[in-house]
C-alpha cells in the first residue's frame, strides 16, 4: 500500500489550491444567493484566466486539452476545486458536464463527438443528463422508467417527462434515457437538440440549494423526433452506460463535496481562534476541540473511502460497494460538518457574512442526489448478507 501522493499530482495540487484561494474565492462575492448563481460575464473571464492557467477540464487526458490524471489524481484534485461552489464550473469539470464528456468520449460516434463532444470540451456549449422522472417514473427504482421510444422507420418517436435535469436551462443538447418500444430491457440513451419539435422545459425547479448553471429542470417531450444516428452506443445499452457515467460521477461528487467540507471546518477554526467567550479563545475549550475531531476524523475517513473506490475503478476491479460506502459517507459527513461549523460560527455562521448557510443548503441534496443514502445503505447491507461482498 502506497499513501504517497505522486510528486506532479502535489505540485499541481498546490498550484490549484493557491489559485483558488486568490483568483475564485474572491469572485463569490458575486454570488447570487437566491438563485445561486455568478453573472456569465465573470464566469467566462475566470474561465479565460483558468484555461491561460493551463487548468482547463482537469480531468480529461491531454489528448483532448485535459491534464492526464487519472482517477485518484482527479480525486485529489476536485476536493481542492469542490473548496468553491463556483469552482467546478469555471474549471469546466461541473455536474453534469464532468460525467457527460466521461459518457461521450466512451460511446459517442465521431459524428457525435464532433456534434456535442469537442465543443462541450472547449467550453462552448452546456448539456444536460435527463434520467430522473417524477413520480411515478423513475428515481432511485430504475425499472418506474415511463419515457419511451417507439421506433418508427430511421427514427425514435419520443414521449415522456423528466425533472431535476441539472443544467437543462441553456444546454443545447441533453442525453435522455427512454425505454425503446415500451421494452425496459431495451433501455437506451438518445442525444437530444434542445431546439428539437416537441421538447419543453416546463419549469426550472424552485428548490433550497444552489440552481447553478441552467439550474435543475422539469422537461416534457412530446412526439420529438430523434434520428437513428443520434443514438448513443447502441439500443438496449442505456442502463449498463448510465453505470459506467454514475459510478465514477458520484465518486467526483464526493472529490467536490470533500473540498466543501474541508473549507467549512476551516472556516470554522478561523472564528474559533479569534472568537472569545469565558475569558477564553472558543478554540480554546475542549468541547470545541472534541467537536474539530469528530468532523476531521470522518472527513479523512470519507475521502479515504473515495480514493479506495476509484483505485478499485482505475485498477478493473468491481467498485460497486466502495462506491455505495463513499457517496453515503461523504454526503453525510459534508451535512454533519456544515451543520457543526455554524453551531461554532453562532449567529455570525447563520447569517451571509458567511458562505455556510449556502453550503447548508447545497449540502443537504448530496443525501438525495445520486441515490439516496437509504438506498446505498440497502445495497450496502444486501451485498453482505448474500455474501458477495465481504471484508
Known sequence: MDFEIPQEVESLRKKIQSFIAEEIIPLEKHYDYEKGRMPEDINQQARA??????????????????LGLDLI??????SELGRSPIAPYI?????????????LSLAASEKQKELILHPLIKGELRTGFAMTEPSPGAGSDPTSLQTNAEKQGDKYILNGRKWYCTGANGAKYLIVMAKVNGSFRKTTMFLVPTNAKGYTMVREIELMGSHGPGGHC????????????????????????????LGPARLTHCMRWTGMARRALSIARS???EREVFSARIADHQGIQWMFAERATEIEMAFLLTLKA????????????ETSMAK???SESLCNTIDMAIQICGGKGYSRDLPLELFYRDARAARIADGPSEVHKMVIGRNYVSEKWDF
Open 310 to 321: 476509484a483505485w478499485l475503478l482505475k485498477t478493473g476491479k468491481d467498485a460497486r460497494q
Open 218 to 245: 422539469e422537461l416534457n417531450f412530446e412526439n420529438v423526433e430523434v434520428p437513428e444516428d443520434m443514438v448513443l452506443g447502441r439500443v438496449g445499452e442505456g442502463f449498463r452506460l448510465s453505470q459506467e457515467r
Open 91 to 103: 474549471f469546466n469539470c461541473d455536474a453534469p458536464d464532468e460525467g457527460n464528456m466521461h459518457l
Open 49 to 66: 484566466k483558468v484555461k491561460a492557467a493551463g487548468f482547463w477540464t482537469p480531468h480529461l487526458p491531454k489528448s483532448e486539452g485535459g
Open 271 to 273: 472564528y474559533a481562534k
Open 73 to 78: 489524481g482527479t480525486c485529489i484534485i476536485f
Open 328 to 330: 453515503w459517507k461523504v
